[in-house]
C-alpha cells in the first residue's frame, strides 16, 4: 500500500513538471576544469532522480548487509528460545510422569537461554531430589534465584517443600523461619510453618500463631480444632522440668477457651497429680464441673487429695442429685469414701458404679476394698472381672466375656463411726 502511494505520487510529479516544462525545457550547463555539461533542465531534472533513486537503494543494500549478523544472531536466538520453551514443556511433562534422569536432563539443556530459566531450575530440583541428589537439588536452586532474584520466595518455598517430604525437618525449619521474615504475611509460608511446629511437637512456637491461622482460615474448622487442642495439652505435657512453676506458667499463657475446655482440663489435672500438686486442681475441677457436667473430669476428681477431705466429699455428693446414675461419679465417690475409711459408703458407691456400668478400674477399687476387709473370694472375683474388662475387651464387646454379677452384700460389723444409716448414702433407683 505504501509503495503504491509513492508511485503515485512519483507520476504526479512528473506529469506536472511534464506540463510545465513542455513550453520551455529550460537550460542547464554544468562545468568542471575542462569539461562541461549543456541540457536542458527536464532531463537534468530525470537524471538526478534516476541518480538519486540508485543512490537510495546501494545505501539500503548496503544497510542490509550490515544488519545481517545481527539478523542471524536474532534468529539464532529465537530457534534457542523455541527449543527451550518445547525442552520445559517436555521435562515438566517427564517430571510429572516420573521419568526423573530425562526431565533433569531436558530441563538444564537449554536453560541459559530460555525467557523462564527460573522454571527450568524449580522443575530440575524436583528432579534431582526424586533421585536423591540433595546437592544438586541445592545447587539448581542457588542459581535459580541467582538467576532472578525477585523469585526468592517461590524459589525458598519450593526448597522448604522438598526438604519437608524428604523429612529433613531442620532444614525445612530454617527455610520456613527465613520465608517467615521476608513475607510475615504470606498465607502459604504461615500453613507450611504451622504443620511443621505440630511434626516436631513445638507448641511454645505454635502457640502464638494459632490467633491468626483462625483469623485467615487456613485450616478447616475440624483441623484447627485438633491443632489448638493439640497444641494446648502438647504444650501442658512438654517436659518435666523445672516442673510445678513452669507448669502454671504454661497454663497461664493459654487463652481462655482453652482452660476451659475438658480435654485442657483434664491434662492439666493430671500434671499437676505429677507433679504432687493436684490441690491447685481441685477448685478448678469443682468449678468446671459445676458449670458443665463431664465423666472424665468427675473421675479425675476422684484421684486429687484435697486439703480438706470432708469438705471434697460433700461437693462430690451433692452432684449425686443430677448425676446419680453417672458410674464416674459413683467411682469417684467410693475412692472418696476408702480415703476417709468410710468403708461402708465406699463399697455401696463401687457395688452401685459396677451395677450402671462395668468398668476395671471400678472393679479394682472395689477388689482391694473387698481384700482389705477379709473378702478374699468376692476380691479375687472382682480382680478377675477386672482383668478380663482390660485386656479381653473385643471379646468383652461382643458379649463372649459378660460380667460377674454383683450382688450387694450386707456390710460386715464395723466401728460405730463407719455404720450406715438412711441418711448416709442417697442414690437414685434404677
Excluded at 507448669?247 to 483434664?266: F, I, K, T, Y
Aim: positive net charge; proline residues 4%.
Amino acid at each position: 500500500m505504501r509503495i503504491l502511494a509513492i508511485l503515485v505520487i512519483i507520476v504526479v510529479v512528473a506529469v506536472t513538471a511534464g506540463m510545465v516544462l513542455r513550453d520551455d525545457p529550460g537550460y542547464v550547463f554544468l562545468g568542471f576544469g575542462q569539461w562541461s555539461v549543456e541540457t536542458n533542465l527536464a532531463f537534468f531534472t530525470g537524471v538526478t532522480f534516476v541518480f538519486f533513486l540508485l543512490l537510495y537503494f546501494a545505501l539500503r543494500m548496503l544497510l542490509g548487509l550490515w544488519r545481517v549478523p545481527r539478523r542471524l544472531r536474532v534468529a539464532s536466538q529465537r530457534r534457542a528460545k523455541q527449543r527451550a520453551t518445547r525442552g520445559l514443556t517436555q521435562g515438566l511433562i517427564d517430571l510429572a510422569e516420573g521419568r526423573w534422569e530425562r526431565a533433569e536432563r531436558l530441563l538444564m539443556r537449554d536453560s541459559a537461554r530460555s525467557e523462564n530459566a527460573v522454571l527450568h531450575y524449580l522443575g530440575a530440583a524436583r528432579a534431582a531430589q526424586q533421585q536423591g541428589a540433595d546437592e544438586r537439588r541445592d545447587a539448581y536452586l542457588k542459581r535459580a534465584i541467582e538467576n532472578n532474584p525477585r523469585a526468592d520466595i517461590a524459589v525458598s518455598l519450593t526448597q522448604a517443600e522438598l526438604q519437608l517430604s524428604h523429612h529433613q525437618t531442620e532444614r525445612a525449619l530454617a527455610s520456613l523461619s527465613r520465608l517467615r521474615n521476608l513475607a510475615p504475611k504470606h498465607d502459604y509460608v504461615l500453613r507450611l510453618l504451622a504443620k511443621l511446629y505440630r511434626d516436631v511437637e513445638d507448641w511454645e512456637q505454635l502457640l502464638p500463631l494459632l490467633p491468626e491461622l483462625g483469623k485467615k482460615q487456613l485450616f478447616n474448622e475440624e483441623e484447627l480444632r485438633d491443632m489448638q487442642l493439640a497444641t494446648w495439652n502438647g504444650l501442658l505435657k512438654a517436659g518435666d522440668q523445672p516442673g510445678v512453676e513452669q507448669l502454671m506458667s504454661r497454663w497461664d499463657a493459654l487463652p481462655g477457651q482453652a482452660r476451659e475446655h475438658e480435654d485442657v482440663l483434664h491434662t492439666f489435672s493430671e500434671r499437676l497429680i505429677y507433679f504432687n500438686a493436684e490441690k491447685r486442681a481441685e477448685p478448678l475441677l469443682r468449678a468446671a464441673l459445676n458449670r458443665r457436667w463431664s465423666g472424665r473430669l468427675a473421675r479425675m476428681y476422684g484421684l486429687i487429695n484435697a486439703d480438706d477431705a470432708a469438705r471434697q466429699l460433700d461437693f462430690a455428693e451433692a452432684w449425686l442429685k443430677s448425676h446419680g446414675r453417672d458410674p464416674m461419679l459413683l467411682l469417684t465417690l467410693g475412692r472418696l469414701c476408702k480415703r476417709r475409711s468410710l468403708w461402708g459408703k465406699a463399697r455401696i458407691y463401687l457395688e452401685s458404679s459396677l451395677g450402671v456400668k462395668p468398668l476395671a478400674e471400678t472393679h479394682l477399687e472395689l477388689a482391694e476394698l473387698l481384700e482389705s476387709l477379709g473378702e478374699s473370694d468376692s476380691a479375687m472375683q472382682h480382680y478377675q472381672q477386672g482383668l478380663s474388662l482390660s485386656v479381653d475387651a473385643p471379646r468383652r464387646r461382643t458379649g463372649i466375656i459378660k460380667p460377674l454379677p454383683i450382688k450387694p452384700k450386707e456390710i460386715a460389723e464395723k466401728p460405730e463411726s463407719d455404720r450406715l444409716t438412711g441418711s448416709d448414702v442417697s442414690l437414685p433407683v434404677a
